[in-house]
Nanobody
């Protein structure tokens, strides 16, 4: 199995920035497509961003395009989510996930491993 541990969440004012990190165990990190998802209060889990195995391709939810950036460092077994211009509606628990698929995907059902989540709260 693969263990994923998120960090970097916290409380930030609207317009501020946060950088989330997800550290993965094992030696096969570069074999996984990685994604970030979030679950806001009273809502279902939704896709945020995903990145290909090499890091050459990324995709984002429309709600975060231009504000969030996903990246990865395979040498460090870590994926990042840089969040800028944060809005109160970004408040959610953010989850890191890994998929055995080859292509970048956005469906939660196609991700095989999940972290415990980290809380992001944006005040107005």
């Amino acid at each position: 199995q693969v263990q994923l541990v998120e960090s970097g969440g916290g409380l930030v004012q609207a317009g501020g920035s946060l950088r989330l990190s997800c550290a993965a165990s094992g030696r096969t990190f570069s074999s996984y497509v990685m994604g970030w998802f979030r679950r806001a209060p009273g809502k279902e889990r939704e896709f945020v961003a995903a990145i290909s195995r090499s890091g050459s391709s990324t995709t984002y939810a429309d709600s975060v395009k231009g504000r969030f950036t996903i990246s990865r460092d395979n040498a460090k077994n870590t994926v990042y989510l840089q969040m800028n211009s944060l809005k109160p509606e970004d408040t959610a628990v953010y989850y890191c996930a890994a998929s055995n698929t080859i292509v970048v995907i956005t469906r939660t059902q196609r991700y095989d491993y999940w972290g415990q989540g980290t809380q992001v709260t944006v005040s107005s």
